[in-house]
């Protein structure tokens, strides 16, 4: 692939077998899409091209001021939009699980739960005991803010 491919967003999987189920798995969005959205946010700069390797070296970008991110919408996943869609009170893992229809406790965890605390989108109502079997959930102001959006679940 050469550089100006990449940087186009060229997408040439070494396992197609593993990307169709992480795309499946709505793991990925779409297929060459990573690349151009990093040059939204840093330089080519960023990428040193050599025979046999690539290496990506990040610098940290500023940090949000705290009036501007109420107006920042966060992306989100369309696990944690349909986790936030179904939030209206507290609920328990449990009790979010069964609105959703999933049983498998470590997905809803690893794509629906951590991402949406990660976010800071739901909170967790006893948080110095977060494996408590008492511990529910709720949304937070963000997490509000984002249901009412037009467009969103």
């Given at each position: ?7 186009e967003?060229?997408?040439?999987p070494?396992?197609k077998e593993?990307?169709?189920?992480y ?11 990573g690349?151009?959205?990093i ?8 990428f040193?091209?050599s ?21 920042v ?5 369309p696990?944690v939009?349909?986790?936030?869609s179904v939030?209206?009170?507290?609920l ?9 229809n999933?049983r498998?406790?470590?997905n ?5 739960l951590?991402?949406a605390l ?13 494996s408590?079997r ?11 803010s ?8």
């Amino acid at each position: 692939m050469s550089e100006q491919e990449f940087y186009e967003g060229y997408s040439i999987p070494r396992n197609k077998e593993l990307m169709r189920v992480y795309k499946d798995l709505e793991m990925v969005e779409q297929l060459g899409s990573g690349i151009p959205r990093i040059l939204e946010h840093y330089g080519k700069e960023c990428f040193h091209f050599s025979e046999n390797f690539l290496r990506m070296t990040f610098p940290a970008l500023e940090t949000v001021t705290p009036q501007v991110t109420p107006q920042v919408t966060p992306q989100v996943t369309p696990q944690v939009e349909s986790l936030i869609s179904v939030m209206n009170k507290e609920l328990s893992r449990i009790e979010i699980q069964e609105k959703l229809n999933l049983r498998d406790k470590r997905n809803f965890k690893e794509n629906y739960l951590k991402p949406a605390l990660k976010k800071q989108l739901i909170e967790m109502t006893i948080p110095d005991k977060p494996s408590s079997r008492n511990q529910k959930y709720r949304l937070t102001e963000k997490g509000e803010s984002l249901k009412l959006k037009p467009g969103s679940s």
